[in-house]
């Protein structure tokens, strides 16, 4: 049963803080603690506390790192400083999208990859096979298994790291990381997340995570810091506007279609995909990823059929789900061009019966600017 | 915990009936609410509609997942919770009571013998248990 899915160092820890644990895509997970809609407020509205060990990191060293990350990502890591990281994506020979990813650059000639746990085998091949046809002194390591790593996001997660991290976290900027000593092993500290929320993502070794996720909640007691699940994770990430690599992304699709064209930076340089790329941004593409909201009373999830209102299916759901900060459902999809306009009307399938629904402008959510 | 009203009668598929005279009220089992998570939305029936034995009457939502709703036993809907439309968490937090779904006047009270007494449920509850 759960005998063959792969178990991240906290797996016991999830259990014994009450954890309902689900197969995600081949590793134990926990789901949900106390409830997705009390986990998805504490994030919005004090901290919360994910293990995310289960995403895959590939280290990549050498004087042309540099050149041959270049080679396999859209955006433009060049202009990376040290401790700075950005989001991209990978595609293929034909534009599409093999994983989206972070890029960290740690040295000067040291670069980390932050993949998504389901591709991370996948990437890994992907990755050293272009590695073998490309000409240059570099080094792939597949470090996923070195790794734990745990997110503390919301706008209490910078009061309680402060009290058990030994840096200043004021000084490290949106989307940059540093390196720091816990417990005498080497963290890793990145202002970056999959929430919305301002917080933090700490690479650490898996021995410790137990240890240190204790710390936390601990730390956090008097703002009230749960564990969060990953039910929680997909209705924050979504309210957020942020993709799900495998639902609103994969192979098939172009970072063109799925509305990521800012990660698409042609004037840096050749990479993969990149000629096709160039075309659909000359040209155009047929579909485009879109965000919605229901007017109705219902839920959009996955599959669901999308429908103008001609009662003609014009796309799929890709991701949905209930936001609670919005109280309605809310989604992604695929529609044709002439689809796109933000409030144009659109119909959402649900168990045969036609829903109303209005075509969004995302994210759905933006946090509040401090006063 | 889950306290089971020992004067409920229950079905397979988690739903509770409390009976007075020929009146049934029903609505969903603490094991329900605990499997589906928080409770979004819920499709209720009109009054009037006819509600048949083992048959789906509505839908339950939470943010994971869909349920339906099975009528335990067969009658004519005489009451609605509407209040329940706008107050789904009511399902997560007080299932046995307060977040009762429909009242109806029953069609054939022999229905009733095939419905499981309060400890036979209490038993399938554990019987089931291992299953994740």
């Given at each position: 049963?759960?005998?063959?899915?792969?178990?991240?160092?906290?797996?016991?820890?999830?259990?014994?803080?009450?954890?309902?644990?689900?197969?995600?895509?081949?590793?134990?997970?926990?789901?949900?603690?106390?409830?997705?809609?009390?986990?998805?407020?504490?994030?919005?509205?004090?901290?919360?506390?994910?293990?995310?060990?289960?995403?895959?990191?590939?280290?990549?060293?050498?004087?042309?790192?540099?050149?041959?990350?270049?080679?396999?990502?859209?955006?433009?890591?060049?202009?990376?400083?040290?401790?700075?990281?950005?989001?991209?994506?990978?595609?293929?020979?034909?534009?599409?999208?093999?994983?989206?990813?972070?890029?960290?650059?740690?040295?000067?000639?040291?670069?980390?990859?932050?993949?998504?746990?389901?591709?991370?085998?996948?990437?890994?091949?992907?990755?050293?096979?272009?590695?073998?046809?490309?000409?240059?002194?570099?080094?792939?390591?597949?470090?996923?298994?070195?790794?734990?790593?745990?997110?503390?996001?919301?706008?209490?997660?910078?009061?309680?790291?402060?009290?058990?991290?030994?840096?200043?976290?004021?000084?490290?900027?949106?989307?940059?990381?540093?390196?720091?000593?816990?417990?005498?092993?080497?963290?890793?500290?990145?202002?970056?997340?999959?929430?919305?929320?301002?917080?933090?993502?700490?690479?650490?070794?898996?021995?410790?995570?137990?240890?240190?996720?204790?710390?936390?909640?601990?730390?956090?007691?008097?703002?009230?810091?749960?564990?969060?699940?990953?039910?929680?994770?997909?209705?924050?990430?979504?309210?957020?506007?942020?993709?799900?690599?495998?639902?609103?992304?994969?192979?098939?699709?172009?970072?063109?279609?799925?509305?990521?064209?800012?990660?698409?930076?042609?004037?840096?340089?050749?990479?993969?995909?990149?000629?096709?790329?160039?075309?659909?941004?000359?040209?155009?593409?047929?579909?485009?990823?879109?965000?919605?909201?229901?007017?109705?009373?219902?839920?959009?999830?996955?599959?669901?059929?999308?429908?103008?209102?001609?009662?003609?299916?014009?796309?799929?759901?890709?991701?949905?789900?209930?936001?609670?900060?919005?109280?309605?459902?809310?989604?992604?999809?695929?529609?044709?061009?002439?689809?796109?306009?933000?409030?144009?009307?659109?119909?959402?399938?649900?168990?045969?019966?036609?829903?109303?629904?209005?075509?969004?402008?995302?994210?759905?959510?933006?946090?509040?600017?401090?006063? | 915990?889950?306290?089971?009203?020992?004067?409920?009668?229950?079905?397979?598929?988690?739903?509770?009936?409390?009976?007075?005279?020929?009146?049934?009220?029903?609505?969903?089992?603490?094991?329900?609410?605990?499997?589906?998570?928080?409770?979004?939305?819920?499709?209720?029936?009109?009054?009037?509609?006819?509600?048949?034995?083992?048959?789906?009457?509505?839908?339950?939502?939470?943010?994971?997942?869909?349920?339906?709703?099975?009528a335990p036993v067969s009658g004519k809907v005489t009451e609605v919770h509407e209040e329940l439309l706008d107050q789904p968490e009511l399902v997560n937090e007080d299932p046995h009571g307060a977040a009762w779904m429909v009242r109806l006047s029953m069609a054939d009270s022999s229905?009733?013998?095939?419905?499981?007494?309060?400890?036979?449920?209490?038993?399938?509850?554990?019987?089931?248990?291992?299953?994740?």
């Amino acid at each position: 049963m759960s005998d063959d899915l792969k178990r991240t160092p906290l797996n016991q820890w999830h259990r014994d803080h009450g954890a309902k644990m689900v197969d995600f895509g081949g590793w134990d997970m926990p789901i949900q603690f106390n409830g997705i809609l009390a986990e998805h407020e504490a994030v919005r509205q004090r901290a919360g506390l994910f293990d995310v060990s289960h995403m895959g990191e590939v280290r990549i060293q050498g004087n042309d790192a540099l050149a041959f990350i270049q080679h396999l990502i859209t955006n433009d890591a060049g202009g990376l400083e040290l401790g700075q990281a950005q989001y991209t994506v990978m595609t293929n020979h034909d534009g599409g999208v093999i994983d989206d990813l972070l890029v960290y650059r740690l040295g000067d000639t040291d670069y980390l990859l932050v993949i998504n746990a389901a591709t991370t085998a996948k990437d890994v091949s992907w990755i050293e096979e272009q590695a073998e046809g490309f000409q240059g002194l570099f080094e792939v390591r597949d470090e996923s298994d070195e790794w734990a790593q745990l997110a503390l996001q919301g706008p209490d997660a910078q009061t309680i790291l402060s009290r058990i991290i030994p840096l200043d976290l004021t000084s490290i900027g949106y989307y940059r990381a540093e390196f720091t000593n816990l417990d005498g092993a080497q963290i890793l500290v990145s202002r970056t997340g999959y929430t919305g929320e301002d917080g933090f993502e700490v690479y650490l070794p898996p021995s410790q995570a137990p240890a240190v996720a204790d710390r936390i909640l601990d730390a956090g007691e008097a703002e009230g810091v749960v564990p969060v699940g990953l039910g929680a994770r997909d209705t924050l990430r979504l309210e957020a506007g942020m993709l799900l690599y495998g639902n609103d992304m994969d192979e098939s699709r172009s970072p063109v279609e799925a509305n990521l064209r800012w990660l698409i930076k042609p004037d840096k340089g050749e990479f993969i995909g990149k000629d096709a790329i160039i075309e659909q941004l000359d040209c155009g593409t047929g579909e485009r990823l879109i965000g919605f909201e229901l007017v109705d009373r219902g839920v959009p999830r996955h599959g669901y059929e999308l429908c103008c209102t001609a009662e003609k299916s014009i796309g799929e759901v890709t991701s949905g789900s209930f936001s609670p900060t919005l109280q309605k459902g809310i989604g992604l999809g695929y529609v044709p061009l002439e689809h796109t306009d933000v409030d144009g009307v659109l119909k959402v399938v649900v168990r045969g019966r036609k829903l109303e629904a209005r075509v969004a402008k995302t994210p759905f959510y933006r946090r509040p600017k401090p006063n | 915990m889950a306290d089971y009203p020992e004067d409920y009668k229950y079905t397979k598929e988690h739903e509770w009936i409390a009976v007075e005279g020929n009146e049934g009220t029903v609505g969903i089992t603490y094991h329900a609410q605990a499997e589906l998570g928080d409770v979004v939305y819920v499709e209720l029936p009109a009054v009037g509609d006819h509600l048949e034995a083992g048959q789906p009457f509505g839908t339950i939502e939470s943010v994971k997942a869909v349920s339906e709703l099975y009528a335990p036993v067969s009658g004519k809907v005489t009451e609605v919770h509407e209040e329940l439309l706008d107050q789904p968490e009511l399902v997560n937090e007080d299932p046995h009571g307060a977040a009762w779904m429909v009242r109806l006047s029953m069609a054939d009270s022999s229905e009733m013998e095939g419905l499981l007494s309060f400890s036979d449920y209490v038993s399938f509850l554990e019987s089931t248990e291992g299953d994740h």
